[in-house]
């Protein structure tokens, strides 16, 4: 595994990079990843828009923004994401905003279909579904948890909806959006901040002994 990580994060971006890169491929007609459609390159540019207007109104609770500058360990966090994937749009500038708010953490995202043996050891449930945040110790590589591919509701969402409809259809897709839109990034920030809870107290337990 330790193997993998490494050629993965020889491989990251950091966000703006990230984006940069997104906006590359527009330019050419293109979307990330192995598959290329008229479709998927529609996306890509509806996620731009997304990911612009997150990045100027997305605010990082002033509780969450306190328990992440008090982390005790140095971190990477490693993302793994696609330009086309509507859950990434609004996930990531989330994260974004909130590594800006410690020093301990390290923002590395890395596209999917470049990445396949990385993205084969955090399936979920057999699939490839993104985004996937990877924690990382950032001396040691060793995976502390992960997050994704979406908070807790938003999956609850898309749980209910398949249940009710028999599939997840294109209105499924455009309610999905607005309920991250009414959400504001604060379930994201909720599931990434228990999850940092849990990988911290392991670390002051592990310390003590």
Known sequence: MKSILINSLSKSYTYSGYRTQITSLLQEGKSSGNEQSEALTHYSELNQVRMNRLDKTMKVSDENGQRLQNLKRNYIWLVISEGWC????????????????????????VFRDENEDLMDLFLTNGTKSIPK????????????????????????FMLHYKKEFGMIDEKAKADL?????????????KGIMDLMAKIDLAAAQNFQV
């Open 133 to 156: 945040l990877i924690v990382l110790d950032k001396n040691t590589l060793e995976v502390l948890g992960d997050f994704g591919p979406r908070p807790f509701g938003a999956n609850q």
């Open 86 to 109: 509507g859950d990434a749009a609004q996930i990531l500038p989330v994260i974004y905003k909130m590594t800006l708010l410690s020093e301990k953490i390290d923002l590395k995202i």
């Open 177 to 189: 959006q607005l309920w991250y839109l009414h959400d504001k990034g604060l379930s994201t920030q």
